[in-house]
């Protein structure tokens, strides 16, 4: 409940804003009794612990100890006095948002009295039930890989605004080719008015100095909507904006001035680009049409491979301020040469700082409604428009409609000038103005309409068991009966029983929108988070927090398929040891580390061709998922406390541009790849392959270079082996997998310059962990730039994983340090190595010293 006293007289001359954030008083209305003040803006969790009622929510058991809080009934409220001036002024109040329920009203012309499934998370979420009924963020009420703060109070910004005679209330712009000569900006402006005659309005667009005037005439009303407002650019006059890696990102000022009789009555900004987005959607096969249809998105002409991860809420507690962890998540994306987020629908709508950082850094995003991921009753209206798929049902996913209409469709949905009134109004009904906010950043790829919402219905995820497929089809429309079909559109994968290393596992999509594998996290990041003594397996608390279903069990049972957690010293007291939960974390990370990388490298190597079924051309690769809301095993590869994991680093080697990669095929048969994101070709290149023996000295058993005379822009190819007769080459991989070899490869120029991040090939079991060999600091320098140069010696064997980090206790002890080493979680396979310590943040200048460098090994 949101309670204001406005204490007047006023005068009022021109417009202006009365920001009402900051201190207000809360109070419930339920027994306990309890209020105090509260910080707008905020959440009821951050006021109640700043006034001492509750512990951090997110220590510990926070999350049980705390599911009184979502069922109280809370009043926030504020007194002001307003200024003298604003008597005469019209007034509305602006907020960001507030956490209520926001299911949208209308007006339901039949219901069916059914249940709607799921009526409750699964018990090991430990959320929430029947929150299909609030259209409210879904990942508060609990999830897989987060927990259940179902968030109450005011977490944007509140203002009051004073005006005489208008007010802007949206300034929605957009950018399209109209042909190859002429851009046309559109531009949709809603008013709040009080002239009832004409009105001048004045598109500029500053940095070329171009502006075109419109004369309307208008009438008096709160929710005045202008659309029509067209200006046109030549091509030539412009600069393209790119994602990253393609070229420069060229950005321009929109204005929009309204006066009347040459006086300013408003105006307003915008920074908007020029870009073109195409999806391709051809036959895979002309000449069969059952082998599907391609799904490549093209910008500016260029087909792009969307390399990249899956962004879900950066807390939540989206009241507070998260700017820099919102900054270094998207920096840390960026490092690992992802030039996508799928912004996953499960969470909120991002805050314009979100896209505009995007902008900035020439992401693409894949952006999703937040309604996507929950079941919902929708309008008989909506159900009427089914055959608008995309936004019934995520685009990614094939449907049995024609494919081809969707680039149409996504001109509908991005360009208002073009959207008829009956698909405008399904607009207002799924996303009130998301669409409108943010339609003009260049970064906005195109828009999802559902995650797994056909796929949970058609796999019967939430049975209904009264509920035969016939009546729900009549009811409320069919879904596909392959709503994850590898021929068309995007898939999602998980598996828990195949072997994540191993390629012949994978599917063969057109793109994967989601796959990954749960890691832990490392005891310095958990250590803050729970007690010392629920550092063990065992623990209720660290139990309590893998809501995995099957977790607790899964994620030992798959890593053990490749390294020996069954030792002398194992058993089920040693589960409760800090030597096996500190041993196991690592491995977790490692495990983890080499599946993504296995499955990206499968799908980029699959970019350029087809297999016999037809399948492949894959343009995409999105690893669930980059960041956590809480301290856990989760999917992520940057962990809570933003420390990267082991994974993130691989990602980063399996995301460059240009790549070598290695495998072995089902047959056992070694196979040798090249994959290049590269606008220009790659000539007379060589590979050099270097076998190494695994607790044998630091000398090559095997070296031989292998020739590339061309690689290809935008492309993907397999490297013909010339037939070696060294059976020092050939033994060894018919038996690779058991763990005595590892094999490295580096791509060189002409010149002997690294083209490309060294390539490992890892062996599938790999028993003798932390028995391979050892390592020592050796150095450390202050570069005096934020930086440090580390200087890592080996004392006997190769050693198949070396890892860098800062010690538990430093971390401990300076948890604001911020930051990540540069060359890390990499085979360390001569005498010296080197690295760089990069410092993001360190506000306390706290002093970094060679003791603080810590070593782990595989």
């Not at 949208?104 to 219901?111: G, I, L, S, T, V």
Request: neutral net charge; charged residues 20%.
């Amino acid at each position: 409940m949101l309670m204001f006293a406005l204490i007047t007289p006023f005068h009022f001359v021109s417009s202006r804003f009365f920001d009402l954030d900051g201190i207000w008083h809360f109070s419930s209305q339920n027994w306990p009794k309890l209020s105090g003040n509260a910080k707008v803006p905020g959440d009821i969790y951050a006021d109640l612990f700043a006034n001492g009622f509750i512990e951090d929510p997110l220590f510990g058991k926070g999350d049980d100890f705390c599911r009184w809080v979502p069922r109280h009934r809370w009043i926030y409220e504020k007194k002001f006095e307003l200024p003298d001036e604003a008597h005469k002024a019209r007034r509305e109040f602006h907020f960001g948002y507030f956490e209520i329920n926001q299911f949208m009203a209308q007006k339901y012309e039949a219901f069916h009295g059914h249940k709607l499934p799921p009526q409750c998370t699964p018990p090991i979420y430990n959320g929430e039930c029947h929150v299909q009924f609030l259209r409210k963020m879904q990942a508060n009420f609990g999830w897989d890989w987060g927990p259940s703060f179902p968030t109450v109070g005011i977490w944007r910004p509140i203002r009051l605004e004073f005006f005489d005679l208008l007010s802007i209330r949206r300034f929605s712009p957009v950018v399209s080719l109209d042909n190859d000569e002429c851009f046309v900006i559109s531009v949709r402006l809603s008013l709040i008015c009080a002239v009832d005659h004409q009105i001048s309005i004045k598109l500029s667009l500053i940095e070329l100095g171009m502006d075109k005037e419109f004369i309307v005439s208008t009438g008096k009303g709160p929710n005045l909507e202008l659309d029509g407002l067209k200006m046109e650019i030549p091509a030539k006059s412009v600069q393209l904006w790119h994602p990253i890696g393609y070229g420069n990102q060229s950005m321009y000022t929109l204005e929009v001035k309204i006066s009347e009789m040459g006086f300013e009555l408003a105006f307003s900004r915008k920074r908007i680009a020029f870009r073109t987005v195409r999806l391709n959607q051809q036959l895979a096969d002309v000449s069969d049409a059952k082998k599907g249809r391609l799904f490549q998105f093209e910008v500016n002409g260029v087909p792009i491979f969307l390399k990249g991860t899956n962004w879900v809420p950066i807390s939540l507690f989206p009241g507070r301020d998260h700017s820099e962890r919102r900054k270094f998540t998207l920096f840390s994306a960026l490092k690992a040469n992802a030039n996508v987020l799928r912004v996953w629908g499960g969470g909120f709508y991002e805050l314009d700082e979100f896209y505009e950082q995007a902008d900035e850094l020439a992401y693409l995003m894949n952006d999703s409604y937040v309604t996507i991921n929950q079941t919902q009753i929708i309008s008989v209206f909506r159900l009427r428009l089914d055959h608008f798929f995309w936004l019934n049902a995520d685009f990614f996913v094939p449907f049995a409609y024609d494919r081809l209409q969707l680039p149409r469709l996504i001109s509908m949905i991005t360009d208002q000038s073009v959207l008829s009134p009956l698909s405008f109004g399904i607009i207002h009904i799924l996303c009130p103005f998301h669409v409108l906010r943010l339609r003009h950043h260049p970064s906005v790829l195109c828009w999802a309409g559902n995650n797994e919402n056909e796929l949970a219905v058609r796999s019967q995820w939430y049975p209904a068991w009264d509920y035969p497929e016939e009546a729900q089809a009549r009811d409320y429309g069919g879904v596909a009966k392959n709503p994850g079909d590898a021929a068309y559109g995007d898939v999602h994968f998980y598996s828990e029983l195949v072997n994540l290393w191993k390629p012949s596992n994978f599917p063969v999509p057109r793109c994967s929108s989601e796959f990954g594998v749960q890691s832990m996290p490392l005891r310095g990041t958990m250590a803050r988070w729970i007690d010392p003594s629920d550092w063990n397996y065992k623990s209720g608390t660290l139990v309590s927090r893998q809501h995995h279903p099957g977790g607790v069990l899964n994620l030992p049972a798959i890593v053990s398929q490749h390294f020996n957690l069954l030792s002398s010293n194992f058993s089920s007291l040693s589960l409760s040891a800090p030597f096996f939960i500190d041993k196991f974390a690592f491995l977790s990370q490692i495990h983890q580390a080499i599946a993504l990388q296995a499955q990206i490298e499968h799908y980029r190597r699959f970019r350029s061709h087809l297999d016999e079924a037809g399948l492949g051309h894959t343009m995409c690769a999105m690893y669930w998922q980059l960041n956590d809301v809480w301290a856990a095993p989760t999917w992520s590869t940057v962990d809570f406390d933003l420390r990267w994991k082991v994974g993130h680093h691989f990602v980063r080697r399996s995301f460059s541009p240009l790549i070598v990669s290695m495998f072995l095929d089902s047959n056992g048969i070694f196979r040798l790849w090249t994959v290049s994101d590269l606008s220009l070709s790659v000539q007379n290149a060589i590979v050099r392959l270097s076998l190494f023996p695994l607790r044998n000295g630091l000398s090559p058993l095997f070296t031989a270079n292998v020739s590339v005379p061309n690689i290809s822009p935008l492309s993907s190819q397999e490297i013909p082996l010339p037939d070696w007769p060294s059976i020092a080459f050939v033994r060894p991989f018919s038996s690779y997998d058991q763990g005595d070899f590892l094999l490295i490869a580096d791509l060189i120029s002409s010149r002997g310059d690294l083209l490309s991040p060294r390539a490992v090939l890892y062996p599938d079991k790999m028993f003798h962990a932390g028995l391979y060999g050892s390592a020592a600091v050796s150095s450390l320098r202050d570069n005096k730039n934020g930086t440090f140069s580390v200087e890592v010696t080996l004392t006997d064997n190769v050693l198949p994983l070396l890892w860098l980090d800062l010690s538990d206790a430093f971390k401990n002890a300076n948890s604001e340090v911020l930051f990540f080493f540069e060359e890390n979680a990499f085979p360390a396979v001569s005498s010296h190595h080197f690295s760089t310590l990069q410092i993001v943040r360190n506000p306390k200048g706290v002093r970094i010293g060679k003791d603080d460098i810590v070593l782990m090994v595989l």
